[in-house]
Antibody, heavy 118, light 107 residues
Framework: EVQLVESGGGLVTPGGSLRLSCVAS????????MSWVRQAPGYGLEWVGRIKSKVQGGTTEYAAPVRGRFTISRDDSENTIFLQMNSLKNEDTAVYYCTTADAVPLNWGQGTLVTVSS | DIQMTQSPSSLSASVGDRVTITCRAS??????LGWYQQKPGEAPKRLIYAASTLQSGVPSRFSGSGSGTDFTLTISSLQPEDFATYYCLQHNNYPPTFGQGTRLEIK
């Protein structure tokens, strides 16, 4: 059974930084593409970005609202992906979910809440 | 980006009703579409992928159809556990984009 566990959320002031982690188990992490999806309180789902497996280049793609501020990375030795979030804005407040990056993601973590507020 | 227009945004129905939710893409996406169910405080759950393929373990009262720009999710006979919010997702073009959601409420 695939399990994804996010951590690192919390309260941060506008302009600040935060790093989220997602530990995966139950899958061949070395070949897995992984994504982040977010959901602002009371709103819908928004794709944030994706990282390919290192075998396929480990390249990343980002949604326009976060491009240049957010960075996704991975540590295959720890079965973990990260979301480094810089220059945070109020509108980045959301639950951030880690998912497998299949076409229609099957596996999701429980989410971690990021609140950007002064 | 491809825009996904989902309708209705909310819907009241009774147990046993047949319900249809639609999603329209701003351009053709073949059958590169999935449907999710989300309950409060939970992560989304995949119901359908490739527009019409039922996820293993999902009850057969759920079905999906469509291709190109117009898609539907149908629940043939609503059960109490089906009251939730439903989202479509296209993955034909990057970035993947979701519909705005349909909140299904008990009448």
């Amino acid at each position: 059974e695939v399990q994804l566990v996010e951590s690192g959320g919390g309260l941060v002031t506008p302009g600040g930084s935060l790093r989220l982690s997602c530990v995966a188990s139950g899958l061949n992490f070395n070949t897995a593409w992984m994504s982040w999806v977010r959901q602002a309180p009371g709103y819908g789902l928004e794709w944030v970005g994706r990282i390919k497996s290192k075998v396929q280049g480990g390249t990343t793609e980002y949604a326009a609202p976060v491009r240049g501020r957010f960075t996704i990375s991975r540590d295959d030795s720890e079965n973990t992906i990260f979301l480094q979030m810089n220059s945070l804005k109020n509108e980045d407040t959301a639950v951030y979910y880690c998912t497998t990056a299949d076409a229609v993601p099957l596996n999701w973590g429980q989410g971690t809440l990021v609140t950007v507020s002064s | 980006d491809i825009q996904m227009t989902q309708s209705p945004s909310s819907l009241s129905a009774s147990v046993g009703d047949r319900v249809t939710i639609t999603c329209r893409a701003s351009q053709g996406i073949r059958n590169d579409l999935g449907w999710y169910q989300q309950k409060p405080g939970e992560a989304p759950k995949r119901l359908i992928y490739a527009a019409s393929t039922l996820q293993s373990g999902v009850p057969s009262r759920f079905s999906g159809s469509g291709s190109g720009t117009d898609f539907t999710l149908t629940i043939s006979s609503l059960q109490p556990e089906d009251f939730a919010t439903y989202y479509c997702l296209q993955h034909n073009n990057y970035p993947p984009t979701f519909g705005q959601g349909t909140r299904l409420e008990i009448k």
